[in-house]
């Protein structure tokens, strides 16, 4: 079921336009797609749009039932490919699958080339989640976040300040058990 969801989004790219990909772009396209995130809400064809400008073909689609793909990362001819699937519940478990991709990018782009990096070994996918934590939340913000206090008026000033979205913010929070997922906080700063 996983080839044929991978199959399916092999047709899709062929009607997308990508620009030559170069690997000295791609913490451009991090900070652009941070800039996009912040806004409110988020449009797949812009995502698609900007990874495709950056020379990354981009894909989100429905996964076939029974299967717990969440994303993957190739390369077809020498343009990097990043499929997920649409198995996200809000914008910051979108953005963190999607960072998590684009880490495998960065780090295995010449793997990339013989193979689909689905689940790489558990190393490559430590690597990739941090990648896409750090790229959410810098560490030194997330330090700010953690040792101050945890309120929605601390909280936005930091979001605002660092142009970080709220979403991702309590939604770090809850993942980490800081907060509950019920929790008000939680509930009206999460973006679906």
């Known amino acids: 079921k996983i080839a044929l969801w991978i199959a399916r989004c092999d047709e ?8 030559e990909y170069n690997s000295y772009n791609l913490m451009f396209l991090i900070k652009d797609l941070k800039e996009l995130a912040y806004k409110e809400g988020f449009e797949l064809e812009k995502i698609k749009e900007l990874l495709n400008k950056y020379g990354i073909y981009f894909v989100c689609e429905k996964t076939l039932p ?3 793909i969440r994303g993957c990362f190739k390369v077809k001819g020498r343009q990097p490919a990043v499929y997920v699937t649409d198995n996200y519940a809000d914008k910051d478990s979108f953005f963190f699958e999607l960072f998590h991709e684009l880490g495998h990018c960065k780090s295995d782009y010449n793997e990339g080339k013989n193979k689909i990096i689905i689940d790489g070994n558990e190393k490559k996918e430590e690597k990739a989640d941090k990648f896409a934590l750090e790229v959410m939340i810098p560490e030194n ?5 953690v040792d101050g206090e945890i309120n929605e008026k601390t909280l936005k000033e930091i979001s605002i300040k660092e142009k970080t979205p709220m979403s991702f913010i309590v939604g770090r929070l809850a993942k980490n058990g800081i907060i509950t997922y019920k929790s ?9």
Do not use: A, F, M, P
Not at 12 to 19: A, F, P, R
Not at 141 to 145: A, F, L, S
Not at 184 to 192: G, M, P, S
């Open 12 to 19: 899709i790219i062929k009607e997308q336009d990508v620009n």
């Open 66 to 68: 029974g299967t717990k």
């Open 141 to 145: 913000i997330w330090k700010k976040i």
């Open 184 to 192: 008000k906080l939680y509930r009206e700063n999460y973006q679906k």
